[in-house]
């Protein structure tokens, strides 16, 4: 049996439809052909990680070194939104110490958003949760 022989990708495992990652030359599959539009179907990890990763970005914004500790990447994002980018399952390699921020809140019932998953709205007042609703936030 040809152990390990066979290239897959790094973040989900399977062996079809694999690439080379351009920012960081890693194995990663590839669905992007079978996309269909607007099912919003995140079932590729190549864009996915071109899209919600400090890789992606700081390879396609030309920075020098390495994206874990470039000054750049930190100053390009909220805090919150550049330790998502750069801990989620998208990643290769994590933020091995993320710096640590204050959680986004909505600012009608105080729950916490996690801008990466949940919806919210921003508002002139501040963020709002979705369970808030969209039209009261607007008000
Ligand atoms: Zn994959
Ligand atoms: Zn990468
Ligand atoms: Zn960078
Ligand atoms: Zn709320």
């Known amino acids: 049996m040809a152990k390990d022989k066979k290239p897959k990708c790094g973040l989900c495992g399977k062996t079809e439809n694999l690439i080379k990652t351009e ?6 599959c590839n669905d992007e ?18 899209r919600l990763t400090l890789c992606a970005f700081h390879y396609d914004n030309n920075h020098d070194g390495d994206w874990t500790d470039c000054e750049e990447c930190k100053n390009g994002f909220d ?4 330790v998502n980018y750069g ?7 994590k933020l091995s110490n993320p710096p ?24 002139k007042d501040g963020f709002c949760c979705s369970s808030c609703g969209v039209a009261s936030c607007e008000k």
Not at 23 to 28: D, G, H, P, T
Not at 35 to 47: G, P
Not at 87 to 93: A, R, S, W
């Open 23 to 28: 920012c960081c030359n890693e194995w990663i």
């Open 33 to 50: 052909d079978q996309y269909v539009a607007f099912t919003f179907a995140r079932n590729s990890c190549h864009r996915n990680h071109r």
């Open 79 to 82: 805090t919150e939104d550049y």
């Open 87 to 93: 801990t989620n399952e998208y990643n290769f390699k």
């Open 100 to 123: 640590s921020f204050e959680s986004t809140r909505c600012y009608m019932c105080n729950t916490v958003i996690n801008r990466m998953i949940d919806e919210y709205v921003m508002t």
